[in-house]
């Protein structure tokens, strides 16, 4: 019997943290971005949207930096997929609440019933009345104080008013936590693949608990989420990402910004975990996703989800659609895990950890040099019109992913078999499986 993993890892505590919480459309996701300064959380006026909590860092003063929890609005009463209680979690483990209303609508009897429901939970918490930019806002300013709360900022999240003194009354309630610097050199990961292969499940597994709203339900998540973590004195931003599908077979104006908003994330991270349905093999959709990380230039681990429902005739379907998958990452390390169990999730840190050392490989250029010629050494290059293509000098000018610019007698196209070969020649002698290289060769 082999030993069982090791127990998560705990989330790094950076910062006093802070939960924006109301009823569903009062704009709490685009104060979010507001206080974080990027379109982080997707907002439309569909209520509903946000469904996850989502994760962001936003600095009051120099070295004063606080975690703010974006929240889907909450309902009181029937919760099928969970949405209160992603909500509930938000609010146990925050040091002060935003309570944010409507000021356009005035104090309703739903704004009552939540306040009923958060104020239970006995954290500190400040009204934030939005929509200010309407006439009627500050007309029914006063209205709101009958909820007995002393602390209300009049603030437009959309048009910036009123934030800076939200800002200035976050800054004298909560002091900067003591020797808790942020890690900004923890990696991106983002976790991604079609809808409903386990993504979340495997986020709240790594994590240790209910980070991430998971559901049967296909186009849950919507949300990218971050969620930061130490293991074994290493630092990573995890990144969950809605299922990416195909436009065709997207529905509805807000999966189709959930669509948007992970393809960024693909942009943003340094390396991305593809989470591949073991039961169903490997569908045209991952090779999509796969190739889109692959044109992106990221580093790529494959997790191959629900390995315990994969026997006999799904894991030969799954070894003979894993070659195409090959082909366009490049050899990717790969790990058979169950997200539900546990079985084999530790094994992704090694392998997140060796794609990531490959894809900041730094070299010399007499290192550099030395591969490419013995490269051409072993296969003579090609010849146009009697002359053959003639490599004068080679020099490494990034990494992540490692860029290499070589100047010759002539350039060679994208597709060009040589240049492939020097590709994968330079790839076999660093051993960089799943991680992009460039060439740039210019003409001298």
């Given at each position: 019997m082999s030993a069982p993993p090791p127990p998560p890892a705990p989330i790094v505590r950076v910062a006093a943290t802070v939960a924006i919480v109301g009823r569903p459309n009062v704009g709490k996701s685009t104060l979010f971005n507001r206080l974080v300064g990027r379109r982080q959380a997707i907002v439309h006026n569909l209520p509903g949207v946000t469904r996850d909590r989502l994760f962001?860092?936003?600095?009051?003063?120099?070295?004063?930096?606080?975690?703010?929890?974006?929240?889907?609005?909450?309902?009181?009463?029937?919760?099928?997929?969970?949405?209160?209680?992603?909500?509930?979690?938000?609010?146990?483990?925050s040091d002060l609440l935003l309570f944010v209303v409507d000021g356009r609508e005035g104090l309703l009897p739903g704004d009552r019933e939540v306040w009923e429901t958060l104020r239970r939970f006995g954290k500190p918490a400040?009204?934030?009345?939005?929509k200010s930019d309407v006439k009627h806002a500050a007309d029914r300013f006063a209205e709101f104080y009958e909820l007995g709360l002393e602390d209300q900022f009049l603030v437009s999240a959309e048009h910036g008013r009123g934030i800076a003194d939200l800002r200035e009354g976050l800054a004298l309630r909560i002091p900067p936590l003591p020797d808790q610097p942020l890690p900004v050199s923890a990696p991106t990961v983002a976790i991604v693949g079609r809808p409903n292969v386990g993504k979340s499940s495997l986020v709240n597994r790594i994590v240790g608990h209910e980070r991430v709203l998971v559901s049967e339900i296909a186009g849950t998540t919507r949300d990218p989420i971050d969620t930061l973590l130490e293991h074994e004195g290493k630092s990573y931003l995890f990144v969950d990402t809605a299922g990416i599908r195909r436009r065709s077979q997207v529905s509805g104006v807000a999966e189709g910004l959930a669509v948007m908003m992970a393809r960024r994330q693909i942009e943003r991270c340094r390396i991305a975990i593809l989470v591949i349905d073991g039961s169903q093999g490997v569908t045209s959709g991952d090779l999509a996703i796969?190739?889109?990380?692959?044109?992106?230039g990221r580093a790529a681990v494959v997790a191959i989800n629900k390995w315990d429902l994969v026997t006999g005739e799904a894991r030969e379907q799954l070894d003979l659609s894993w070659e195409r998958l090959e082909e366009i990452l490049y050899d990717p390390p790969r790990v058979n895990i169950s997200a539900l169990s546990g079985r084999s999730v530790h094994k992704l840190f090694p392998a997140m950890d060796k794609a990531l050392d490959s894809f900041n490989l730094s070299l010399s250029t007499s290192q550099v040099n030395r591969l490419f010629e013995d490269a051409v050494r072993r296969h003579k290059p090609p010849a146009v019109k009697g002359k053959a293509w003639k490599l004068f000098y080679a020099t490494q000018v990034s990494s992540g992913p490692p860029t290499f610019m070589l100047f010759a007698n002539r350039t060679l196209p994208r597709q060009d078999t040589y240049r492939r070969y020097l590709e994968n020649r330079l790839r076999d002698e660093l051993e960089l499986a799943g991680v992009p290289i460039r060439l740039v060769i210019r003409r001298r």
């Amino acid at each position: 019997m082999s030993a069982p993993p090791p127990p998560p890892a705990p989330i790094v505590r950076v910062a006093a943290t802070v939960a924006i919480v109301g009823r569903p459309n009062v704009g709490k996701s685009t104060l979010f971005n507001r206080l974080v300064g990027r379109r982080q959380a997707i907002v439309h006026n569909l209520p509903g949207v946000t469904r996850d909590r989502l994760f962001g860092h936003f600095e009051l003063a120099e070295g004063h930096t606080l975690e703010l929890i974006d929240t889907g609005g909450l309902v009181p009463g029937d919760d099928p997929i969970g949405l209160n209680d992603q909500v509930l979690f938000a609010v146990e483990e925050s040091d002060l609440l935003l309570f944010v209303v409507d000021g356009r609508e005035g104090l309703l009897p739903g704004d009552r019933e939540v306040w009923e429901t958060l104020r239970r939970f006995g954290k500190p918490a400040f009204l934030v009345v939005n929509k200010s930019d309407v006439k009627h806002a500050a007309d029914r300013f006063a209205e709101f104080y009958e909820l007995g709360l002393e602390d209300q900022f009049l603030v437009s999240a959309e048009h910036g008013r009123g934030i800076a003194d939200l800002r200035e009354g976050l800054a004298l309630r909560i002091p900067p936590l003591p020797d808790q610097p942020l890690p900004v050199s923890a990696p991106t990961v983002a976790i991604v693949g079609r809808p409903n292969v386990g993504k979340s499940s495997l986020v709240n597994r790594i994590v240790g608990h209910e980070r991430v709203l998971v559901s049967e339900i296909a186009g849950t998540t919507r949300d990218p989420i971050d969620t930061l973590l130490e293991h074994e004195g290493k630092s990573y931003l995890f990144v969950d990402t809605a299922g990416i599908r195909r436009r065709s077979q997207v529905s509805g104006v807000a999966e189709g910004l959930a669509v948007m908003m992970a393809r960024r994330q693909i942009e943003r991270c340094r390396i991305a975990i593809l989470v591949i349905d073991g039961s169903q093999g490997v569908t045209s959709g991952d090779l999509a996703i796969a190739g889109a990380l692959w044109e992106s230039g990221r580093a790529a681990v494959v997790a191959i989800n629900k390995w315990d429902l994969v026997t006999g005739e799904a894991r030969e379907q799954l070894d003979l659609s894993w070659e195409r998958l090959e082909e366009i990452l490049y050899d990717p390390p790969r790990v058979n895990i169950s997200a539900l169990s546990g079985r084999s999730v530790h094994k992704l840190f090694p392998a997140m950890d060796k794609a990531l050392d490959s894809f900041n490989l730094s070299l010399s250029t007499s290192q550099v040099n030395r591969l490419f010629e013995d490269a051409v050494r072993r296969h003579k290059p090609p010849a146009v019109k009697g002359k053959a293509w003639k490599l004068f000098y080679a020099t490494q000018v990034s990494s992540g992913p490692p860029t290499f610019m070589l100047f010759a007698n002539r350039t060679l196209p994208r597709q060009d078999t040589y240049r492939r070969y020097l590709e994968n020649r330079l790839r076999d002698e660093l051993e960089l499986a799943g991680v992009p290289i460039r060439l740039v060769i210019r003409r001298r």
